[in-house]
């Protein structure tokens, strides 16, 4: 076990949906990343959030957003959902500001039908 | 932005040999480079890093070293064990808000 949480592990749905996914990062860090992996794009960041701010945006589609709450938990919404979204999709957390020695947690598998 | 080119993107060893992963990097700005293992199922681990400051890095089987004048660092196992087996990842960070830059990962095998 990493120390960070993501659920949920599976979610299948269908195309144009809404879904949200849920990372708690390990105790004592402030800085949560998103990523998502694909078999053809390898990890590719999407948005970096630090204590409740955003501190960075990668390749992230308008039809997905994010944010960290105040417990420095944080959702990742996807919504319009097509195909070409299914992948896996993991947080990760770090102590700082910058992200010096990354912990992932296990990932959410997102299926689009 | 940053280029990370990785390489072999399979590798096959027999068990108690040697592995290497090369990655290559196109901004010299570049200052962190860790090093990723990633078993089926699981999210990536960080296994290694290295900073720009120091050339060679060692922890037990697993070392890294970093030319920063060819802009290139390897990630070196010894002595493999079966359950070294996964994918491995580079990655580049060059500093402030900038994102880290993944390679596209190597899916070593180690046969027994």
């Known amino acids: 076990d990493s120390g960070v949480t993501q659920t949920p592990k599976h979610l299948i749905t269908a195309t144009g949906q809404r879904v949200t996914l849920r990372c708690s990062p390990r105790?004592?860090?402030?800085?949560v990343y998103w990523y998502q992996q694909s078999l053809d794009q390898g990890l590719q960041f999407l948005i970096h959030y630090y204590n409740g701010e955003e501190r960075a945006k990668g390749n992230i589609l308008e039809r997905f957003s994010a944010q960290q709450f105040p417990d420095l938990h944080s959702e990742l919404n996807l919504s319009s959902l097509e195909l070409g979204d299914s992948a896996l999709y993991f947080c990760a957390s770090s102590g700082q500001d910058i992200p010096y020695g990354y912990t992932f947690g296990s990932g959410t598998r997102l299926t689009v039908v | 932005g940053e280029n990370v080119e990785q390489h072999p993107s399979t590798l096959s060893v027999q068990e108690g040999d040697s592995a290497v992963i090369k990655c290559t990097y196109s901004d010299s700005a570049s200052n962190y480079f860790p090093w990723y293992k990633q078993e089926l199922g699981k999210g990536p681990q960080l296994i290694i890093d290295?900073?720009?400051?120091?050339g060679e890095k060692k922890d037990q089987r697993i070392a890294v070293t970093l030319n920063k004048t060819a802009k290139h660092f390897s990630l070196h196992i010894t002595e493999t064990q079966p359950e070294d087996s996964a994918v491995y990842f580079c990655?580049?960070?060059?500093?402030?808000?900038?994102?880290?830059?993944f390679g596209t990962g190597t899916k070593l095998q180690v046969i027994p």
């Open positions: 105790s004592g860090d402030l800085s």
């Open positions: 990655a580049v960070y060059s500093g402030g808000y900038q994102k880290v830059t």
């Open positions: 290295i900073r720009s400051n120091v």
